[in-house]
Nanobody
Framework: QVQLAESGGGLVQAGGSLTLSCAASGRAFSNYVMAWLRQAPGKEREFVAAISQSGSNTYFAESVKGRFTISRDNAKNAVYLQMNNLKPEDTAVYYC????????????WGQGTQVTVSS
């Protein structure tokens, strides 16, 4: 079992930056691939980024490549999403997720944090 809790969302102007954090509790955080997904109003939830257990491999959606960075600190049981050059279309609820592998059906989820980008 892994419990996840996101923080760091808020309101930011287009072009600005924001860093999301996800704190994990439970067993063996370093055994899990960690990911960020988001859901905008009226849209399906979509993959944003993922990072391997050691942090050596990262994966990004095309829409955020070059603007977002994902990182993790296994000593602190935390994963981060650094978001730069934010656009209004990045507005969504952002969720932290975990699983033993990169998947389309993540097993563990946080409650989400709202990110709103104003134009």
């Amino acid at each position: 079992q892994v419990q996840l809790a996101e923080s760091g969302g808020g309101l930011v102007q287009a072009g600005g930056s924001l860093t999301l954090s996800c704190a994990a509790s439970g067993r063996a955080f370093s055994n899990y691939v960690m990911a960020w997904l988001r859901q905008a109003p009226g849209k399906e939830r979509e993959f944003v980024a993922a990072i391997s257990q050691s942090g050596s491999n990262t994966y990004f959606a095309e829409s955020v490549k070059g603007r977002f960075t994902i990182s993790r600190d296994n000593a602190k049981n935390a994963v981060y999403l650094q978001m730069n050059n934010l656009k209004p279309e990045d507005t969504a609820v952002y969720y932290c997720a975990a699983d033993k592998t990169v998947t389309s059906r993540w097993t563990y989820w946080g409650q989400g944090t709202q990110v709103t980008v104003s134009s």
